[in-house]
Structures are given as C-alpha cells and as structure tokens.
C-alpha cells in the first residue's frame, strides 16, 4: 500500500469511528457493533443501489425470531352480525397471513477484501471512503437478492463454489412458497410423465392465432405465457387477482427470443454491476399486468406477486464489523455480518410457476 493509500485508509478508520462512536484501534483490532443510526444508513444506502431493492420491503425487527409485522391487509373484512339474536360481533386481524406466519433472523456474513492495488488506484479521488463504502453495500444488495430468489437452506458452512447462486445460505422467497404454500405453485403440466416435469408453452407473449389465445394445444400444455399468467393469477386469493400493483415476474430465457434488443440495450447503457440491479419492464402485459425481469430470478420460472409483499426482515443491532489491515494478502479486510430473513407477507398474494419449456412437446 503506497503511503498516500494508508493516509487515505486511516482517514477512512477514524470516520468509521467516530461515526459508530468507538475508537479507531477498536475498529481495525475487534469486531464491534454498529451504531442504530448508522445500521439504518447502510440500510438505506442497500436499497437505494438498487431498483428491486427500493421496491420491496425492507423491515427492521427487534427480535431475531418472531411473527411477521407486514401492516397490508391480507384478507377482506366486511360482514354482518345477526347481534338481535343473540350473535356476538366478532373482529379479525386484517393482517393476519394465517400461514407460517413467523420469520427467523440467520447469522450472514458479508466478508470482503480489497487488495492494495486496488486502492492504490484510488488513492487520488476525493471519494475514496464512498467509493470504498459502496463497492461493499452494492455487493451486499445483490448477495440479498440472489439469496431471495435462489436460497433453499441456511447451512452451517456454505460453499460458494457448490452453490454459486448462495442457495444455502439463507432460506429464500421461492423456496419458502414452496414450502409453505405448495398449492400456489405449478411445476408440471399434462404432456409429461414422472418423474420428469415440465410445462409448455407454444409461444412467447404473442397470440399463437385467433382461436389459441387462451387454451393448450394438442402438444403443448399452454398455447403462450398470457394464457399461463392467466391460469396462474388463480392461484392468489380471489381478493388479489384484480389488485393493480401485482406484477408478473418472467425469467429472462422466456422472453429473450421476442425481446432480445431490450435486454441487450440494458447491457449497453448501464455498467454491469448497475445492470444487476435494474428492474426490466417488458412492452408487452401478462394476465392484464405489469410484466419484469428482475435480478437473479430463474430463468424459467414466472410469479405473480405485488413487489411489497416479498420483505427483507433485518434484525436491530446485529450488524457486527471490522476492517482490518492484512499485509500478508497486500489487502484490507472488511468483516460484517448481520442477522437476516427473507420472508413473503402473504402466500395468498403470491403465486410461482417453475419448470416452464417455450416450445411445443417433442415429438
């Protein structure tokens, strides 16, 4: 590290510092805890680096396990009693999910190093801490997203090389639909036989003809993706489907072919890691709704949900840190972790389609 580079290293320790109210040589020698004021700046700062981020909810918690706290109402609350004879009016929760209601904050560490010659690079821009803050938090944002559509387990040691969508470091929303509200999900149609499984779909986002539009072909289970969104908006409570923020989640291979330009375009005005964080909106609807692509979801899957109902729960005064020195590596060390869930507020509002095939059945 060139001595311009530690001056503008150390600089960087003493704000960490003073901003967490600990001192300098605590930061780089023990893990501390963050300050709260702090912890709910680098949260927001997390989703504001990134479209899908700032649009889902992101929910402090105080306590590591828990009942989900979504304030949307989940379920219609007019009635009538019959109180002149003798019937009790009766109130309900209109929050209440009445399914797996609860979440578990788990243990993620967010570890990262920078090597010397990296920082080097930056010695000379006045933004040398944002830079060296930022490149950490967008790396954070897009590891929550990944978990959130990828995750299936919260193993005890991960292995990053075996699963490099983060599938087992935390429990995700797919799998926690899945698991929790197997009747909201479609994963095989009527043309396949087990223990293979698999939908098709003739067509993309176009009208196959006139008298396909909205029924299976003799070879495929559904005749384009409009007819699946459609089948598919019946698997929310009645209460749901009209609801005009749902959105319908496509996986990037089912539209590539009709959309190609879009997607390459999104390539072509935005640097990688800020493309990774973008929400993609199709030309054309599903179901009536507002058709994305977004960040890590798989590519053959499709779900129908609103945005805000798929929650990140952070608990208070979890994220722990250090950043440390290693001239062993010629690197410097940023230890974090924090304690984290990923949770889905209503199952009903929620509705996933998995193993989709564009195409017709082979013969």
């Known amino acids: 590290m060139r001595r311009e580079t530690r001056v503008a290293f150390a600089a960087y320790v003493s704000q960490i510092a003073l901003l967490n109210s600990v001192e300098a040589a605590e930061v780089t020698s023990t893990k501390f805890t963050v300050a709260p004021s702090v912890e709910q700046k680098l949260e927001e700062k997390i989703q504001e680096s990134s479209d899908f981020l700032n649009s889902i909810s992101v929910v402090m918690v105080p306590n590591q396990v828990g009942q989900k706290v979504g304030v949307g109402a989940t379920r219609p609350i007019a009635s009538r009693t019959n109180t002149a004879g003798g019937n009790r009016r009766t109130p309900t929760d209109p929050t209440d999910t009445s399914n797996d209601g609860g979440y578990h904050c788990r243990q993620t560490n967010y570890d990262t190093a920078i090597p010397y010659a990296k920082l080097d690079a930056w010695r000379h821009k006045p933004e040398f801490q944002t830079l060296l803050r930022d490149v950490i938090l967008k790396q954070q944002g897009r590891?929550?997203?990944?978990?959130?559509?990828?995750?299936?387990?919260?193993?005890?040691?991960?292995?990053?090389?075996?699963?490099?969508?983060?599938?087992?470091?935390?429990?995700?929303?797919?799998?926690?639909?899945?698991?929790?509200?197997?009747?909201?999900?479609?994963?095989?149609?009527?043309?396949?036989?087990?223990?293979?499984?698999?939908?098709?779909?003739?067509?993309?986002?176009?009208?196959?003809?006139?008298?396909?539009?909205?029924?299976?072909?003799?070879?495929?289970?559904?005749?384009?993706?409009?007819?699946?969104?459609?089948?598919?908006?019946?698997?929310?409570?009645?209460?749901?489907?009209?609801?005009?923020?749902?959105?319908?989640i496509v996986g990037w291979a089912l539209v590539k072919d009709k959309y190609l330009n879009l997607l390459q375009g999104a390539g072509a005005t935005a640097t990688e890691n800020e493309?990774?964080?973008?929400?993609?909106?199709?030309?054309?609807?599903?179901?009536?709704?507002?058709?994305?692509?977004?960040?890590?979801?798989?590519?053959?899957?499709?779900?129908?949900?609103?945005?805000?109902?798929?929650?990140?729960?952070?608990?208070e005064e979890?994220?722990?840190?250090?950043?440390?020195?290693?001239?062993?590596?010629?690197?410097?060390?940023?230890?974090?972790?924090?304690?984290?869930?990923?949770?889905?507020?209503?199952?009903?509002?929620?509705?996933?389609?998995?193993?989709?095939?564009?195409?017709?059945?082979?013969?």
């Open 143 to 248: 590891d929550r997203i990944m978990i959130g559509f990828n995750g299936t387990s919260a193993a005890a040691a991960t292995d990053r090389v075996a699963n490099p969508l983060l599938q087992d470091v935390n429990e995700g929303w797919l799998h926690k639909i899945r698991t929790n509200a197997p009747d909201r999900v479609l994963d095989d149609g009527a043309l396949t036989t087990n223990p293979t499984k698999a939908i098709y779909v003739a067509a993309g986002v176009e009208v196959v003809d006139g008298d396909a539009t909205n029924v299976a072909t003799a070879d495929a289970d559904y005749a384009n993706l409009d007819a699946l969104a459609f089948d598919t908006l019946d698997l929310l409570d009645p209460w749901h489907r009209s609801d005009t923020d749902l959105v319908v």
């Open 318 to 363: 979890t994220r722990r840190r250090q950043v440390k020195d290693e001239p062993a590596l010629d690197q410097i060390e940023n230890y974090e972790s924090v304690n984290e869930d990923f949770v889905v507020e209503d199952y009903g509002r929620a509705a996933l389609v998995e193993n989709i095939v564009m195409g017709k059945k082979p013969a």
């Open 275 to 315: 493309a990774a964080h973008r929400i993609l909106t199709l030309p054309k609807q599903l179901a009536g709704k507002r058709a994305i692509i977004v960040p890590f979801f798989p590519e053959d899957a499709l779900m129908i949900t609103s945005l805000d109902n798929l929650a990140i729960y952070v608990q």
